[in-house]
């Protein structure tokens, strides 16, 4: 009797040796990746040129047509890039009928510096890619705020026109938050989150490479925006309307590059999900897991539920821009009011989007170097996910003074206090953890670590502060909003930042840093960073208001010393 068996797969392709600028444009690699760009930015502009001239439209791009060719360019040149450095194939071979492998691991892993420069679906790769490119940026992005605070020094005009200003701090912000805070955490989540779940890889690696390769597009679209006609966005990273929907071009890059960032971050946040509830090691429970899991899965929530709305409100103002709709047009029925409702709707989550995995980080770096577990693990686990929640009741808060219903203002008043109540759970549970330890100073990770609990208590306070409504409208667009926000985010976000990278830097690289020259990062950020914000709590109490680019001659000595330790 014949026996019938089933066909055996074919063996995975073994791993295949890459280099950067060869294979030509039948492999996935930058040859490709420029000509896919190339090829991307014509296809749009053709597609505009076609339907333009069939609607008997003028054909070229003028100020007045909004630069329809530019605007979809600049959308299709990106996507070019993305199927071009090999982002696409395996969907595209599977959607064509051609043969795949689930299982291949021919993209995975790196033998030299050049594996890091291509796609590539290796989860620790994936984490080193974020890292380097997010600090390119941060870099570019404090180079950005020196220019600014170079400005403000003294009073008068020093280096730049107000125009120039105002492209200066709106794309300093746009690059601080959605190039550096948000996708660094996904970087250092990506490397050691699987590590630590017992885990081979994320869920999904090829989108988890996709989500990477997404976001040096929104980059290049902020950073491009100073090449437009008429100069950078400059409406700021809020874009409110109808400021961005009366902008020069450089407004239409912020808001594709606004879809970029929120593409990348919402495929990162549902591989995350997927990953920590999904692929945890036999006997991890979800009790069990570190709070570094924990944040990362609450953050992934935050990103997934808000993120749509920031994407949504800037893809209404380009549409505004580009087509002639009135989301935001008051003269023709449109409603500015509901731009900002929206637009908070996802940027006060987004607050908690830059905290909440720097909280998993300190939790696990003080634990360490305290030689304790954490004090209140299922209450700090359970707190993460009450801020979830909580976050999405006090988008409000930002808009007192915006002409909202006036009845709002007492219910996100009382929210916005009542957040406080899980924040400051953990400050208690990470002092908990330390009473009594055996506390090793020696490491900077513990420093940054430390110094975040002292700066962001500061942060804190003054938060509940802006909470409340009288004081609030005393302070709305003054330098104490930006001493707190950067307490919050700077001296918050960015030192659970460092805290993590020397927590694990020899994790990630094989080698040991100097401890010493670490010390001096240490306590050169902490003292730049209290010289520069601790003194605009108080010209912003005296009425010194943000996004200007001259002031009082009163608050002159006092703008010179916050530039001096800006530097620093």
């Keep these: 009797m014949a026996v019938l068996t089933a066909p055996q797969p074919e063996a995975p392709p073994a791993r295949r040796p890459q280099r950067l600028w060869s294979g030509g444009l039948r492999s996935p690699g930058w040859p490709r990746a420029v000509a896919g760009t190339l090829l991307g930015g014509l296809f749009g502009f053709g597609l505009v040129v076609a339907l333009r001239a069939i609607s008997g439209l003028e054909i070229f791009q003028t100020a007045q047509t909004g630069y329809p060719h530019v605007i979809v360019s600049a959308l299709t040149a990106p996507i070019g890039f993305l199927i071009g450095i090999g982002c696409c194939d395996y969907w595209l071979r599977w959607a064509a009928g051609a043969p795949t492998w689930p299982e291949d691991h021919s993209d995975h892993g790196a033998d030299s510096w050049r594996d890091y420069l291509r796609f590539n679906t290796d989860h620790k790769v994936i984490g080193i890619q974020y890292i380097c490119t997010t600090f390119i940026f941060f870099f570019i992005g404090g180079a950005l705020a020196m220019g600014i605070r170079a400005e403000l020094a003294q009073p008068g005009t020093q280096i730049v026109d107000a125009g120039m200003f105002n492209g200066l701090f709106s794309t300093h912000a746009a690059i601080m938050i959605f190039m550096f ?20 890889d994320m869920a999904f690696p090829r989108l988890n490479a996709l989500s990477f390769w997404l976001l040096p597009m929104a980059g290049i679209l902020f950073l491009a925006s100073f090449l437009a006609p008429g100069g950078a966005f400059d409406a700021g990273w809020t874009g409110y309307a109808p400021l961005s929907t009366g902008a020069p071009l450089g407004q239409s890059f912020f808001n594709l590059g606004v879809q970029f960032a929120g593409a990348s971050s919402i495929l990162a946040a549902l591989n995350f999900v997927v990953t920590i509830l999904t692929m945890r090691a036999p006997g991890m429970s979800l009790w069990r897991m570190p709070l570094l899991a924990w944040a990362n899965l609450a953050t992934s929530i935050l ?8 994407a949504g409100v800037q893809l209404m103002v380009l549409f505004d821009r580009a087509i002639g709709t009135n989301f935001f047009q008051a003269a023709a029925g449109g409603d500015v009011i509901s731009y900002q409702h929206i637009f908070w709707f996802y940027s006060h989550p987004a607050v908690y989007i830059m905290m909440l995995p720097g909280f998993g980080i300190v939790s696990e770096v003080i634990s360490t170097h305290a030689r304790k577990t954490i004090f209140g693990y299922r ?17 409000a808060h930002h808009m007192f003074v915006s002409g909202m219903f006036a009845w709002l203002r007492v219910p996100m008043m009382l929210t916005s206090a009542l957040i406080a109540v899980p924040t400051g759970i953990k400050i208690f549970s990470w002092v908990g953890t330390l009473f009594d330890g055996k506390i090793h100073l020696e490491s900077t990770g513990m420093l940054f670590a430390l110094g975040f609990i002292c700066s962001f208590i500061l942060g804190g306070i003054s938060g509940v502060m802006t909470a409340m409504v009288p004081l609030d409208i005393h302070v709305t667009d003054t330098y104490f909003i930006v001493a707190h926000i950067h307490f919050v985010l700077f001296a918050g976000s960015v030192f659970t930042i460092f805290a993590g990278i020397y927590h694990w830097f020899p994790k990630m690289t094989g080698r040991m840093y100097d401890e010493r020259l670490g010390r001096i990062h240490f306590w050169g950020t902490l003292v730049g960073t209290w010289g520069t914000f601790v003194p605009m709590h108080w010209i912003g109490m005296e009425g010194m208001p943000r996004r200007v680019a001259d002031y009082a001659a009163q608050f002159g000595d006092w703008n010179l010393v916050i530039s001096i330790f800006a530097f620093i």
Excluded at 303 to 310: E, L, M, Q
Excluded at 379 to 391: C, D, E, F
């Design 379 to 395: 209450l700090m686990a359970i707190s993460l996910l009450g801020i979830v929640v909580l976050s999405f009741s006090v988008w």
């Design 181 to 200: 805070v948000i996708p660094v955490f996904a970087g250092i989540a990506n490397y050691v989150l699987p590590l630590m779940l017992g885990a081979p």
């Design 303 to 310: 990103i997934i539920g808000a993120t749509p709305f920031i």
